[in-house]
């Protein structure tokens, strides 16, 4: 059952067309991600969807209610962590949970989800002393203190480090097992096909793919890539006289061949046959990476730093 539809959205700034056309359903319980790179307009979606923005067309529903003339109705329903929000420096955690909380007259409790987000000990931490990992989960935790049906979360993950990031994807997962709908934007690949039941993909306003991560990795037409390192240089004539191989180029100190059938096992086979020792030897898979790709005909424009 959707809870949320989209259907037609347009949104324009000026002579900026920042969503032209957009449409698609989230359905109850599942963790839907709106994918793209930076000004693609996936925030400008989620804070229609939010009530925070007017659609100029189009029409949008959220658990039967509509977001810019039901707004106080649905602050009752939907949870927000807001991309880039910061609270006051001086403000406690637990202040800040208990000023939440008292904008519901059926909210969470507080000390429950300062234990569920692992912040108990850092009740009575300032906002600007947490480290950027803890104040993301304060973020998901004021996101939740309402009880909400749908939490919408706005790159989360941006700026943490590797560690963190993976620590929040662990709580963003727990969230959905409670039963809440998640609607997450991010410009993350990894992030989106690691947490994604489906994914919109967003580009340039428009929705140019709507179906799971596997789902489009399995549409693609990819060539398969074998990954190795060479203990010493050697001939790629080796490799490139394969029925399998495409190319073999160079990249990082690593040998990469593209190319297809079963590739790891050509590429194998003949560098035992001429002697060539090989370690760290890989085949890579396609990736939401190579959907963008395939599917807009240029790679993905932001790679978060890990």
């Known amino acids: 059952m959707a809870v949320i539809e989209v259907d037609g959205l347009r949104k324009r700034y000026g ?3 920042a969503v032209d056309g957009v449409s ?5 319980g599942e963790i839907f991600g709106i994918l793209g790179p930076n000004g693609a307009g996936k925030t400008t979606i989620v804070e229609c969807v939010e009530g925070v923005r007017r659609p100029d067309a189009g029409r949008i529903s959220v658990l039967g209610l509509d977001p810019w003339r039901d707004r106080a109705k649905l ?5 927000a962590q807001m991309q ?3 609270l ?6 637990g202040e800040a949970l208990a000023l939440y909380r008292s904008f519901y007259a059926d909210g969470a409790d507080p000390e429950g989800l300062l234990a569920d987000l692992g912040l108990t000990a850092k009740r009575d931490t300032a906002y600007e002393d947490l480290s950027g990992g803890q104040a993301q989960r304060l973020s998901i935790a ?12 706005d ?10 990031r993976r620590d929040t994807w662990e709580l963003v997962e727990q969230i959905r097992d409670t039963g809440v709908t998640v609607l997450l934007v991010t410009h993350f690949m990894a992030e989106a096909q690691r947490l994604c039941d489906r994914v919109a993909i967003v580009d340039r306003g428009r929705l140019v793919a709507l179906d799971t991560p596997g789902g489009l990795i399995a549409g693609l037409d990819a060539p398969r890539r074998v990954r190795f390192r060479a203990a010493a240089p050697f001939d790629h004539a080796v490799l490139t006289g394969l029925d399998e191989v495409a190319e073999v180029g160079a990249e990082r100190g ?6 297809t059938g079963d590739l790891l096992h050509a590429v194998s086979s003949a560098l035992v046959r001429h002697g060539v020792v090989a370690t760290e030897t890989r085949l890579e898979h396609a990736t939401l990476d190579d959907a963008f790709l395939a599917l807009t005909g240029r790679p993905f424009e932001h790679r978060e730093k890990e």
């Open 15 to 17: 002579e900026t067309l």
């Open 24 to 28: 698609f359903g989230v359905d109850q």
């Open 75 to 79: 602050r009752r329903v939907l949870g």
């Open 84 to 86: 880039g929000g910061a």
């Open 88 to 93: 006051p420096e001086k403000l406690r955690v």
């Open 142 to 153: 004021l996101a939740l203190i309402g009880r909400p049906r749908i939490a919408v979360l």
């Open 155 to 164: 790159e989360l993950t941006t700026g943490l480090d590797p560690q963190a």
């Open 254 to 259: 690593e040998t990469v061949v593209t190319g």
